[in-house]
T-cell receptor, first 113, second 112 residues
Framework: DTGVSQDPRHKITKRGQNVTFRCDPISEHNRLYWYRQTLGQGPEFLTYFQNEAQLEKSRLLSDRFSAERPKGSFSTLEIQRTEQGDSAMYLC???????????FGPGTRLTVL | QQQVKQSPQSLIVQKGGISIINCAYENTAFDYFPWYQQFPGKGPALLIAIRPDVSEKKEGRFTISFNKSAKQFSLHIMDSQPGDSATYFCAASGTWGNKLVFGAGTILRVKS
């Protein structure tokens, strides 16, 4: 296993379009996290899953955002009707249920024009 | 109460010197304190982490010092190298799903 992978690495879209990102966690990890990082800031928590259950969502996750992890493996993060303020790096991380260590993927850089 | 405050914002160190980055937290429910290193265009990489039951942890050139009573912890990079030039983030988490709360980051530049 080569770690957490994310796809695409870069996405440029026009305001109002929908975008979807994918995250594949480390295979034996059952916890999966989404964070958002804007330029010059630390990552901010968005949501997390334990297996297929979404257990917590941040207030940052407006109703335009939705995340799924249908089979407890990969996860998708969809942003509907994108706004320029959505431009950021979207990071995925995974961990074991009994371990705090979170391992991050390379991120998806979203630019909304 | 969820914040983690990190300083300095940026740091320049000579090759071979010691880099020191500090963080402070308010929420006493935090019980796990990792440090991450991030290079431009990459995701954060876990460097080293500590729990409140120890005051210091060392891994190679990286040491975390932890002061539970002051609610502060710091990262020391010994014998700093140009390859250490990156952004460093402290973080903290508690038992509520282990979500990480990050500091704002420190941009480290090691001059050769």
């Amino acid at each position: 296993d080569t770690g957490v992978s994310q796809d695409p690495r870069h996405k440029i879209t026009k305001r109002g379009q929908n975008v979807t990102f994918r995250c594949d966690p480390i295979s034996e990890h059952n916890r999966l996290y989404w964070y958002r990082q804007t330029l010059g800031q630390g990552p901010e928590f968005l949501t997390y899953f334990q297996n297929e259950a979404q257990l917590e969502k941040s207030r940052l996750l407006s109703d335009r955002f939705s995340a799924e992890r249908p089979k407890g493996s990969f996860s998708t993060l969809e942003i509907q009707r994108t706004e320029q303020g959505d431009s950021a790096m979207y990071l995925c991380a995974s961990s074991s249920w009994d371990d705090n260590e979170q391992f991050f993927g390379p991120g998806t850089r979203l630019t909304v024009l | 109460q969820q914040q983690v405050k990190q300083s300095p914002q940026s740091l320049i160190v000579q090759k071979g010197g010691i880099s020191i980055i500090n963080c402070a937290y308010e929420n006493t429910a935090f019980d796990y304190f990792p440090w991450y290193q991030q290079f431009p265009g990459k995701g954060p990489a876990l460097l080293i982490a500590i729990r409140p039951d120890v005051s210091e942890k060392k891994e190679g050139r990286f040491t975390i010092s932890f002061n539970k009573s002051a609610k502060q912890f710091s990262l020391h990079i010994m014998d700093s190298q140009p390859g250490d030039s990156a952004t460093y983030f402290c973080a903290a988490s508690g038992t509520w799903g282990n979500k990480l709360v990050f500091g704002a980051g420190t941009i480290l530049r090691v001059k050769s």
